[in-house]
């Protein structure tokens, strides 16, 4: 079987607190790791070395590309995965990605045509739960077509159809959590090189969409009026963004004015969205929610229900980025809706399905005891269905059901788990 040769790039600075995480998933399947440190002034070369990385140097000059670049050249490696010091893979996902390496290798037309593979990219935050997921390219064939293109948000020079697809290995990165962007400063940076390349290239509609989402993480009072001007010159008639600029674009629009309350607009550019992405299951879950706050519960309902079977299917995650990561929401909404059409199996339905998710809910699952009991259900049957969802030998969850019972008025109910909690 042909040998798979993987070597580890990354490029870093000030990452003490990342590197070694970041060097340890690889471990086991790289026969080399390369840093290549871009000014830290801290103990991230030591650390690096320590644990058997080849140290290069490279001199800042406002270039990812160019950084990454020179990473690769230091390559001897057949394949390269380039992911950053705030991305890691699971034990599992590595040993998955090796063995697909392997099979790539071991197939002549694949190992001919496959130059590249195409994962999951699963942004977490400070508690590791996702808040969205994309696809990233990261891993690839060590050739000298392949490179990095742009200083800054750069991609790799590739032909779509020489990449292949695998759904089951997810990156995993934090850097996009508010505590990493308190940490590192990378807000600030970007911004500074992002409004260098957008006023370079007036016309690359792309450049602003990274700039508005750049600017969403700055806490003064101006940023957040700048980043949606942005946005919507993203979304106007006359850009050139591509499809993904496009979605998030709304999608951040979508989300700014459902948390100041505004329904009507939001219900207004969700539609407008779904005539750009007809069916789009983050769009679809946005126009359910303003819906639903309009009380106008059956048109959600419909919406809502169109969303959840495109999230079922097979190609879920090239349509979502928000519902994909957080399911809940999508099923929240849907309880709602049921809730408000006094659609009682609806309810119950789709009430259990969030609570399976995130049974933290406590709203919902008010919701869920109050209509099973009020529908005739006995408490003993409540507790069988409850048991299915929650540890009844957790004494957190054993509080959050009493709790839950008592804001219905159960209060037999509440006494019976707060009894099962002594």
């Known amino acids: 079987m042909p040998q798979v040769r993987f070597s580890q790039c990354m490029i870093v600075k000030n990452e003490e607190k990342n590197i070694e995480k970041a060097l340890s998933w690889a471990k086991s399947i790289a026969f080399e790791q390369i840093v290549v440190d871009t000014g830290s002034t801290d103990r991230t070369v030591e650390i690096a070395k320590k644990m058997g990385a080849k140290i290069f140097h490279f001199e800042w000059i406002n270039d990812f590309g160019a950084a990454k670049n020179y990473a690769i050249e230091q390559a001897s490696g057949n394949w390269i995965a380039f992911l950053d010091a705030d991305e890691y893979l699971s034990q599992t996902d590595t040993k998955k990605l090796s063995a697909l390496l392997r099979r790539i290798m071991s197939d002549p037309k694949q190992k001919e045509d496959s130059l590249a593979v195409e994962c999951p990219w699963v942004n977490i935050d400070d508690n590791g739960d996702p808040i969205g997921i994309l696809s990233q390219i990261r891993v690839f064939r060590n050739i000298p077509s392949i490179?990095?293109?742009?200083?800054?948000?750069?991609?790799?020079?590739?032909?779509?159809?020489t990449v292949v697809r695998a759904d089951d290995i997810a990156i995993m990165h934090t850097g996009y959590s508010e505590t990493a962007f308190k940490e590192t400063g990378k807000t600030n940076r970007n911004i500074e090189l992002l409004r260098k390349a957008t006023a370079d290239n007036p016309g690359d509609y792309n450049l602003k969409a990274y700039l508005g989402e750049a600017l969403l993480g700055m806490e003064d009072?101006?940023?957040?009026?700048e980043a949606e001007e942005l946005f919507f010159e993203v979304i106007s008639p006359s850009s050139n963004a591509g499809s993904e600029f496009r979605k998030k674009a709304y999608a951040h629009l979508l989300?700014?004015?459902?948390?100041?309350?505004?329904?009507?607009?939001s219900e207004e550019l969700s539609r407008r969205a779904l005539v750009d992405f007809p069916g789009d299951i983050d769009l679809g879950y946005y126009l359910g929610f303003a819906l639903n706050k309009k009380k106008e519960y059956?048109?959600?309902?419909e919406v809502l229900q169109e969303s959840e079977k495109r999230l079922l299917g097979s190609k879920a995650l090239d349509e979502s980025i928000r519902i994909s990561a957080n399911p809940s929401l999508l099923f929240t909404q849907l309880a709602a809706a049921a809730q408000g059409l006094g659609e009682v199996e609806g309810l119950v339905k789709y009430a259990a399905i969030t609570?399976?998710?995130?049974?933290?809910?406590?709203?919902?699952?008010a919701v869920y005891i109050a209509t099973l009991l009020k529908h005739g259900v006995s408490e003993d049957e409540v507790v069988a269905l409850l048991s299915a969802i929650y540890d009844m030998n957790s004494s957190q969850d054993?509080?959050?059901?009493a709790n839950a019972s008592a804001k219905y008025g159960a209060s037999s109910l509440a006494r019976r788990f707060a009894d099962m909690v002594k």
């Open 147 to 161: 490179r990095y293109i742009g200083k800054i948000h750069e991609y790799l020079s590739l032909v779509s159809n």
């Open 221 to 225: 009072e101006h940023s957040p009026a």
């Open 255 to 265: 989300e700014a004015r459902l948390e100041r309350g505004d329904f009507l607009d």
């Open 298 to 301: 059956s048109e959600a309902y």
């Open 355 to 365: 609570l399976s998710v995130d049974k933290s809910q406590d709203g919902i699952l």
């Open 398 to 401: 054993l509080v959050l059901l």
